[in-house]
């Protein structure tokens, strides 16, 4: 009934703190492991698949719109021109037709493959990008392009345009896949740390350490009767002393510590004189202590309870919220 009513019980959380505190290097550690594992990762996968050098040849168009600016209908066009997809117009065949006959060596897919283009928030601005596995193709496919919307602009006149013109024109240059290795580096430090923090938390759920009075109290029918701290502490001191002559006054007992116990050849027959009290050291496991308290009941040795002894007083008085001369 102890063990079900002890799994039923919420978590003390400043136990929790108290014993993970000490260990949050730990989480730290997988954090920074993590981020590097990422990072490692990120950077094998963007080499092996980085592929052959590209060349990206840029230009800057300006378009002309025939339409007075204080025109009701201004907004209304541009916005239906701003949303036209430049891309496949570049790739009509009103626009091909000049480009291919500038460039009678080059696959028309290869040209159209290179073509990609960006819409400016302004709409009277078009920027057109050229991409292909080589500089100097990447520049004549520009150019003929230069060549081909200037044209397309002067059939577009007095329909809404009055012409397209290059206004800035960019070599091809080395196109340079994005690194995103500090992005993956930081999802992998909150993986990490995360996966840090679930290990803490698991550890601390299987850990069934006696550091306070009640890890013990909720598995076993015997009370705790106090710490005997490794530093001399008054405060435990007097407690523990106090109720120890309690039970004194009621019977004679023993002191037995638990390691003696555990020997072979334990003096069980010395034991069933008196009453003893359990000396278990701090830290020491429920599952230590109650194969001990099992043996003690097959050898009809009756326990009055237990003294956890080498407690470390900073922890209970962090935990008990007791501060140096309490004697309260």
Not at 176 to 181: D, I, L, W
Request: proline letters at 3%; charged letters at 25%; one cysteine or more.
């Amino acid at each position: 009934m102890r063990e079900q009513e002890y799994w039923q019980e919420g978590m003390d959380e400043k136990r929790f703190v108290l014993c993970v505190r000490k260990k949050i290097w730990v989480a730290v550690c997988a954090a920074l492991c993590s981020a590097a594992m990422a990072g490692a990762l990120y950077l094998l996968v963007r080499q092996a698949t980085k592929g052959e050098t590209q060349y990206r040849a840029e230009v800057l168009y300006s378009i002309g719109y025939d339409i007075w600016e204080e025109d009701e209908v201004l907004k209304e066009f541009i916005n239906e021109y701003n949303a036209y997809t430049w891309g496949d117009m570049m790739r009509s065949d009103r626009v091909m037709e000049s480009v291919a006959a500038q460039l009678p060596d080059v696959d028309r897919s290869l040209i159209e493959a290179s073509v990609s283009t960006q819409i400016a928030s302004d709409p009277e601005f078009l920027t057109a990008f050229y991409t292909t596995g080589d500089a100097d193709l990447s520049n004549r496919i520009a150019a003929a392009y230069n060549v081909a919307m200037a044209a397309f602009g002067e059939t577009m006149r007095g329909r809404g345009l009055t012409g397209i013109e290059a206004w800035k024109v960019a070599p091809a240059e080395v196109v340079e896949a994005p690194n995103r290795v500090l992005y993956a580096m930081e999802l992998g430090a909150v993986i990490g740390l995360i996966a840090g923090i679930l290990g803490l938390a698991a550890w601390y759920i299987l850990d069934d350490s006696v550091l306070v009075a009640q890890d013990f109290e909720k598995r076993f029918p015997y009370p705790v009767f106090g710490y005997r701290t490794q530093q001399p502490d008054a405060y435990f001191g007097v407690a523990l002393s106090a109720n120890l002559d309690r039970q004194a006054q009621k019977g004679a007992f023993r002191e037995a510590e638990l390691a003696l116990l555990e020997t072979p050849g334990a003096a069980y027959e010395t034991l069933r004189e008196t009453p003893v009290v359990l000396l278990a050291e701090w830290g020491t496991s429920c599952r230590r202590l109650g194969r001990a308290l099992h043996e003690l009941a097959l050898q009809d040795v009756s326990v009055l309870g237990v003294v956890l002894t080498e407690a470390d007083g900073r922890f209970l008085r962090a935990y008990y919220g007791k501060k140096k001369g309490d004697f309260a």
